[in-house]
């Protein structure tokens, strides 16, 4: 997902003297946008492909991250350039490129619910000591492209598993569930997580990077949350903004079906994390003024060129 941070040093490095061919973050995250969300946001970029589909093979897990279900409708070896070529050559300016194409980027990015990454790796570790040892060691097992594992982004967090998800071994998993989310000001308040987990060598959770806390004992939830000591359940409250809840796991035997939810202020019931759980990421003001300016660049240019 493009940020403000993402954009400026996007902006920043088009300014020092690079060219947008030069940037395959930048090219990649506008080519993913353009994609994404099943066409809900196409109609921005339609000037930009029509005439061509084209995205990049996205091989490496940073950039993986950056897109979402997208990343499965890319076809290997095609030219990653191709869309912000065709929508920055008319501009003819490094800094305007640079505004335009990160603003569309941000600006789609920011327009569909809560995301989601799964992400899977092998690992023989038994149960850990703290809640930061869980989530070096499982960082460190994902970080490994192993057969039978992978990265994905599932529209739904709902009976979620290695084998499910990759067709790959239903033992000796490290899981690495990250959820990016917005609170808009009217939900801010404290809001409820719960997590059904198959962790037979138990896991932790942690908000914004800060741990909420961690279990050591084999966690099987079992479709039920009427054990407490076979699922995670933690309260918090939270600003209007941005936030990423992060869950890391592992699992000896035998990779069941595995749920996360949420229940926000004033509401009673749980709602699982999907593609339509309506927390879209809110925009930052900077994202704002950044897509105000694209917008007028494109204007003057095109006023230019007639």
Wanted: hydrophobic share 35%.
């Amino acid at each position: 997902m493009a940020t403000a941070g993402t954009i400026k040093q996007l902006v920043s490095g088009l300014t020092a003297g690079a060219t947008p061919r030069a940037y395959p973050r930048l090219q990649r995250l506008a080519a993913g946008c353009a994609e994404s969300h099943g066409g809900r946001d196409e109609s921005m970029f339609q000037s930009v492909h029509a005439d061509e589909r084209q995205c990049a093979s996205l091989n490496d897990r940073t950039a993986r991250r950056y897109h979402g279900p997208d990343d499965r409708n890319c076809p290997n070896g095609q030219n990653q350039g191709t869309i912000v070529r065709n929508m920055t050559e008319p501009l003819n300016g490094k800094i305007l490129t640079a505004i335009v194409a990160a603003a569309l980027a941000a600006s789609v990015g920011n327009a569909c619910a809560s995301t989601i990454t799964v992400e899977t790796g092998y690992s023989t570790a038994g149960s850990q000591a703290s809640a930061n040892d869980y989530r070096s060691v499982v960082e460190a097992a994902v970080a490994v492209a192993t057969a039978g594992y992978g990265v994905t982004h599932p529209t739904a967090f709902n009976t979620v598993s290695n084998h499910g998800l990759f067709a790959g071994p239903t033992t000796n998993i490290a899981f690495e569930f990250t959820i990016a989310f917005g609170v808009t000001a009217v939900q801010a308040g404290e809001w409820e997580f719960r997590a059904g987990t198959d962790f037979g060598h138990g896991g932790a959770v942690f908000l914004d990077g800060v741990a909420l806390g961690f279990k050591s004992n084999d966690m099987w939830w079992a479709g039920s949350y009427g054990n407490p000591s076979q699922h995670f359940d933690y309260t918090s409250i939270l600003a209007s903004g941005n936030h990423v809840l992060s869950i890391y796991g592992l699992e000896g035997c035998c990779d069941g079906g595995q749920q996360v939810q949420f229940r926000a202020p004033g509401t009673k019931q749980f709602t699982s994390f999907s593609s339509t759980d309506g927390l879209a990421e809110v925009p930052e003001p900077a994202t704002y003024a950044l897509f105000g300016v694209g917008l007028l660049g494109l204007g003057f240019a095109r006023r230019r060129k007639t």
